[in-house]
């Protein structure tokens, strides 16, 4: 048994793992390379005896090479949970519409092939993939607590021996998903690591904290501008602006609070958000508590959704002309592409703009310039002079934090054989293996890198 690390051994895009056993070959992700770790998307190795394709979630950097697998040949069962198989057509299809303009033909059937090969599962059920007779490995599902549908797969082989492979971990405590459960048992444990070398700020006061931004925005008076992803932060951060609205507003408060919109400006966005809604069933406890208290977390009055390309330019226009306050959560969440560009373009110079990075900025990204204190900014073949003020919010992060992914491995029975830690850059990576080795959560620590 081996494992070869094709994407995210040295960084946090295009995760792509293989695990060859003696009884055939297992794929875990597929994902796009994003920011300085772009590189081609043809796929460098032979995927005609690989026996299944596994996704852990339904992110762009975990799925995004999936038609490109399927172009080299790829054409075997692809295993995920039910709301990742509901997930990924959506953002395949809004990646080759944005990537490669292809037509909606083209990309429909491109789609049509990947659903013919997928096999939804539940979580915590065993699966058998097979090669012809042979058994390859059972893999079983749990939850990751990253974004709906998320999982870590634990392999078990014919050997008896575990592999377990993260995905993307969520941080604990978060109040839309459960927690990830660590699994019983990892010979083998390969990990994430984004914010290995991190803490968050505490989940429990996030929400405190964005609400004594907007306020100060409040006062101030122009647009608050969130990039957040369409999948996991969007529906984190609505569901939080919902809880302010709801229960932690004074009288003043509620005065400056009742009139401002709430603008969901991300067609992709607001149909992930209505894919959330159909899986109530996957929620934490405290969300369905609102459920239960007649509140809707995810479709309050004074969120508004802008659809048409030309409603949303026309509300561009109108924010830069006028500055009358307004939140507005646009994709994408590393500020590389989609609609928050024409905001960013028409905001950034004017100082009563607030910008609120609530995620991981990969590095080439303009998320991570505008995070670094950049004065200027390129924006398409324009240069943008940033006057706006710009803030990081580490506790709207889905990824776990150092603290959780100690935790998580801590928490299996028997400490691991050996844990291989990936997806994340090299200080990060370094600092998580340094803790784990402190701690003796493993026999042995290894960077994905030096695999």
């Not at 067609?267 to 239960?292: C, I, N, Q």
Request: glycine share 8%; aromatic share 6%; hydrophobic share 40%.
């Amino acid at each position: 048994m081996h494992i070869i690390h094709h994407g995210a051994k040295t960084g946090v895009t295009g995760s792509c793992h293989q695990l060859t056993t003696e009884n055939g070959k297992l794929l875990v992700d597929c994902g796009l390379f994003q920011g300085d770790e772009v590189r081609p998307l043809d796929i460098e190795f032979d995927v005609h005896d690989i026996d299944a394709l596994i996704l852990t979630h339904a992110h762009i950097d975990h799925i995004g090479r999936l038609p490109w697998l399927l172009a080299a040949g790829f054409s075997s069962p692809i295993y995920c949970t039910y709301a990742t198989a509901k997930l990924v057509p959506m953002m395949l299809d809004d990646a080759l519409r944005l990537q490669l303009g292809l037509n909606r033909k083209d990309r429909q059937r491109i789609l049509k092939l990947i659903e013919s090969l997928t096999i939804p599962v539940n979580y915590g059920t065993w699966h058998s993939v097979n090669h012809q007779s042979a058994l390859v490995a059972d893999i079983r599902f749990q939850p990751a607590g990253h974004i709906l549908g998320s999982a870590y797969v634990e392999i078990k082989l014919p050997s008896d021996e575990t592999i377990v492979f993260s995905g993307d971990l969520g941080p604990y405590n978060t109040p839309l998903l459960p927690d990830p459960t660590p699994p019983e048992r990892a010979d083998i444990l390969v990990i994430e690591s984004t914010y290995g070398d991190g803490t968050h700020e505490a989940i429990e006061q996030r929400a405190d904290r964005l609400k004594t931004l907007i306020n100060r925005s409040l006062r101030d008076g122009g647009v608050i501008l969130i990039p957040a992803f369409s999948v996991g932060r969007t529906q984190e951060l609505l569901f939080d602006i919902e809880a302010i609205i709801a229960t932690q507003l004074n009288d003043f408060e509620k005065r400056a609070w009742s009139t401002i919109p709430v603008i969901l400006d991300s067609p992709m966005a607001a149909k992930v958000t209505d894919h959330y809604r159909t899986f109530k069933a996957l929620w934490g406890s405290e969300a369905k508590t609102r459920l239960e208290e007649g509140r809707h977390p995810l479709a309050f009055d004074q969120c508004i959704t802008i659809d048409s390309h030309r409603d949303h330019q026309a509300l561009v226009n109108r924010l830069k002309q006028t500055g009358e306050p307004a939140i507005v959560v646009a994709a994408s969440g590393m500020c590389n592409g989609g609609r928050i560009l024409n905001y960013l373009e028409a905001l950034l110079p004017d100082s009563r703009t607030d910008v609120i990075l609530a995620g991981y900025q990969a590095k080439g990204t303009l998320g991570r310039r505008l995070q670094r204190g950049a004065e200027r900014v390129e924006i398409g073949n324009e240069s943008v002079e940033v006057n706006a003020h710009i803030h990081t919010m580490s506790g709207y992060s889905a990824h776990a934090d150092q603290t959780d992914l100690l935790r998580f491995i801590a928490g299996t029975p028997n400490a691991p054989k050996e844990v291989r830690i990936v997806h994340g850059d090299k200080q990060a990576q370094q600092a998580l293996a340094k803790q784990i080795e402190k701690r003796k959560l493993a026999e042995r620590a290894v960077l994905g890198a030096e695999t």
